[in-house]
């Protein structure tokens, strides 16, 4: 079973690295992407666990970009974190989330929210990049909102004080660098972008012309009706096939580690891409 999206706590997950990957196995996951936002830094610890639990994992990451003004996000799989154009891209990725970070907690500050910033870095802890998730857990904790999805409906959704999007590359830029890294570049969770076929039939065009070779076809827990349609779409531009979890937190069920559907019969699955190539997990 391949969990191709999971996350840690190095970046919006809760687990660390080596809990993800003994849940995983757990959960009966035999070949693991970790795909933390932006950030590298939990594969070390995973890989450790990957050997103790004799689980395949594949090293990965997980893009924040841009599209026509739309927040993309994109997946590489099979990337090697030691490559130099992997490691300045996360740089820039980390130096971006600061910038955003920074004006997300300024934007709050006129709203009558102090002390932003340093309660979403408390939040986040030490060695994971900072994020939306963070900003609302500081929300909820301080009493500001009832919740998470309240602090995202008030503060921090499109088009909310902490909507900040300008400072994400391009997606082209994303594939890019997943390319040079030796990855396969993968559109995460395409349905769930809320756009029109149209725009999203654009989106995938251009993500085809600049590198991109798969997309997610599952994601989570999602109805057969939609499962079928990401195949077609996914058949119709010609694109591999990719499944996961998109896990962040253990039992929610809409995304446990392999709780999934199985990819339909009818796509190719993104794995044979690296089977036929003779690429190793890293």
């Not at 029109?196 to 600049?210: H, I, N, P, Y």
Request: net charge negative; with cysteine.
């Amino acid at each position: 079973m391949y969990d191709l999206h999971a996350h840690s706590n190095y970046s919006d997950g809760i687990l660390r690295p080596q809990a993800v990957v003994s849940r995983a196995k757990t959960q009966g996951v035999t070949a693991l992407a970790l795909t933390d936002h932006d950030t590298l830094g939990g594969l070390a610890e995973a890989r450790q666990e990957a050997l103790v639990q004799g689980i395949e994992l594949i090293a990965g990451i997980e893009f924040s970009c841009l599209w026509n003004g739309i927040g993309i996000h994109v997946v590489g799989l099979q990337v090697d974190p030691d490559s130099r154009v992997m490691q300045e891209a996360v740089t820039s990725q980390h130096q971006a989330r600061e910038r955003r970070a920074e004006t997300i907690a300024a934007k709050l500050e006129k709203a009558g929210i102090a002390g932003a910033l340093d309660g979403a870095r408390q939040v986040a802890g030490e060695g994971a990049v900072l994020g939306r998730p963070h900003f609302a857990k500081f929300l909820v904790a301080e009493g500001h909102c009832k919740s998470i999805n309240a602090a995202f409906k008030r503060y921090l959704g499109a088009g909310k004080p902490g909507d900040v999007k300008q400072l994400w590359p391009s997606v082209g830029e994303a594939v890019d660098w997943i390319r040079a890294a030796g990855g396969i570049a993968v559109l995460a969770h395409p349905d769930k972008y809320k756009m029109t076929r149209t725009k999203l039939g654009r989106l995938l065009q251009e993500f085809v012309e600049a590198g991109g070779e798969a997309m997610e076809v599952v994601s989570g827990q999602q109805s057969p009706n939609t499962t079928r349609d990401m195949a077609l779409i996914a058949n119709r531009f010609e694109l591999y096939a990719s499944c996961g979890s998109d896990f962040h937190v253990p039992d929610q069920p809409w995304q446990e580690l392999g709780g999934y559907s199985p990819l339909p019969d009818n796509c190719q699955p993104v794995w044979q891409l690296w089977s036929r190539s003779g690429m190793v997990a890293s």
